[in-house]
């Protein structure tokens, strides 16, 4: 039986048809969901993808927050269903209070895009066990509000808990705190970034790598993660 | 028809880096005589008939669940106007 992994679409998702494909190409299955429905049908995992929902009105994925579909996908990640948020999702789970903190408008002010060398700090998360911590991964980042802050209190509490996932490596392109590029919750299932993995799945469309222009597929290792989590679920 | 006025602003001691953009920009221009900008938000919410207490302590609820958020956002005002 097939992992089958759902990417919600709202109004504005730019990167959910590209998430959908690194699934498939991960050898899971993808299944589309929509955000005005409350039926998850059934997936074992969640994706929330990237773009620009609702044009970024109010605040960075704050109106997507407040989905109908949001309240299954609260519950799911209760139940300890995977759910990775990439860019815009990643803003949508810090507004609908899954993941803490919150996302500003680029320190630079700078729209950026660039292939990002990220280092994996927890590799025990159900998005990042394909890997060990301390890797090193690149991964295609493109944002214009991706700059993480937190209080000192919560940043204190996320550094100490270990629930920063990946940091930027080499440079911080969005004045993000502590270098901070992802996150994941208490319990190890809800995961959220701003770069975005489902861009490096594919020889040929990937990021550049030592070996080949274009070779990247390091996006991959989330996929494989997220299969391996629902497996063990089942077990 | 009365309304609700709801002003929001980033956190003082956060990065606001459309308000640092702009004093740039003045400085630039010769303004010296400002040396801080920051940029926040107005909403308006008109009211079909009277704002009670409860019309005006929903939008409270909402002015701070919704239109603001407090790990990134103070709300700093809420007042009715006609």
Redesign the interface.
């Known amino acids: 039986m097939s992992v089958r992994i759902g990417v919600i679409t709202f109004p504005g998702s730019l990167d959910d048809r590209d998430a959908q494909r690194a699934i498939r190409l991960a050898g899971a299955e993808p299944v589309a969901l929509w955000h005005g429905s409350h039926d998850l049908e059934d997936v074992d995992a969640l994706v929330l993808p990237g773009g620009f929902s609702y044009g970024d009105y109010?605040?960075s994925g704050?109106i997507a927050a407040?989905s109908p579909i949001m309240a299954e996908v609260k519950d799911a990640a209760a139940a300890g269903m995977p759910v990775l948020g990439i860019c815009n999702g990643f803003q949508m789970l810090?507004?609908a209070h899954l993941l803490?903190?919150?996302l500003?408008?680029?320190?630079?002010?700078q729209f950026i895009r660039r292939d990002q060398r990220l280092r994996v700090e927890n590799a025990s998360t159900a998005w990042t066990n394909a890997f060990r911590a301390g890797d090193e991964i690149v991964v295609p980042l493109k944002n214009g509000e991706g700059?993480y802050?937190?209080?000192g209190e919560t940043l204190k509490r996320i550094e100490g808990e270990g629930l920063v996932a990946f940091r930027y490596l080499g440079i911080n392109p969005n004045?993000s705190l502590n270098d901070i590029a992802g996150l994941v919750n208490e319990r190890g299932n809800v995961v959220g970034l701003m770069p975005h993995p489902e861009h490096a799945t594919e020889p040929g469309f990937g990021p550049d790598t030592a070996a080949a222009m274009r070779s990247g597929t390091d996006g991959l290792g989330f996929f494989a993660s997220a299969m391996a989590a629902v497996a063990a679920l089942a077990a | 028809m009365p309304t609700i006025v709801v002003d929001v602003m980033?956190k003082a001691e956060?990065?606001d880096?459309?308000g640092k953009?702009v004093a740039g920009a003045l400085a630039r221009r010769g303004e010296d005589a400002f040396s801080t900008v920051r940029i926040g938000k107005r909403f308006e919410l008109t009211v079909d008939g009277e704002v009670d207490d409860a019309v005006l302590a929903r939008a409270r609820e909402i002015a701070e669940e919704?239109?603001s958020?407090a790990?990134?956002e103070d709300v700093v005002g809420i007042e009715v106007v006609e």
Request: glycine share 12%; hydrophobic share 50%; aromatic share 0%.
């Open positions: 109010l605040r704050a407040l810090v507004e803490p903190g919150g500003i408008r680029n320190a630079n002010q700059g802050i937190a209080d004045g | 980033p956060l990065l880096p459309q953009a919704i239109l958020n790990v990134i």
